[in-house]
């Protein structure tokens, strides 16, 4: 019996929450063959056909690195200029050229 401790006659008081503010990630800058990776897995096929023009662009953008948050914005870029663009038709009418 002479381990067994009396318990305590008062009860601990709650913490208070302390006014932190929590630590926010930058964004990290991409070497220019990270953020290759990054956007052939964003823009697929229009990467994987013209790459060289591809990368062309992401270094006409950003000489040196490039920010993380704009992988996106580049991404539409590079599909918005790289795209394949369905073809005109152009059928005569009587004399006339009208385009599909």
Known sequence: MADVKEAPQYLRRKGE????DTP???PMPLSHAQAAQRLKALCGEVWSADP???MALVRKRFPVQVPEG???ELAGAIQERFAPRPATVIRFEG???CAN
């Not at 929450?17 to 932190?20: D, H, K, R, T």
């Open 52 to 54: 060289a023009a591809c």
């Open 95 to 97: 004399g006339r050229a």
């Open 17 to 20: 929450a302390l006014p932190v």
């Open 24 to 26: 926010q990630a930058a």
């Open 70 to 72: 704009a992988l996106e």
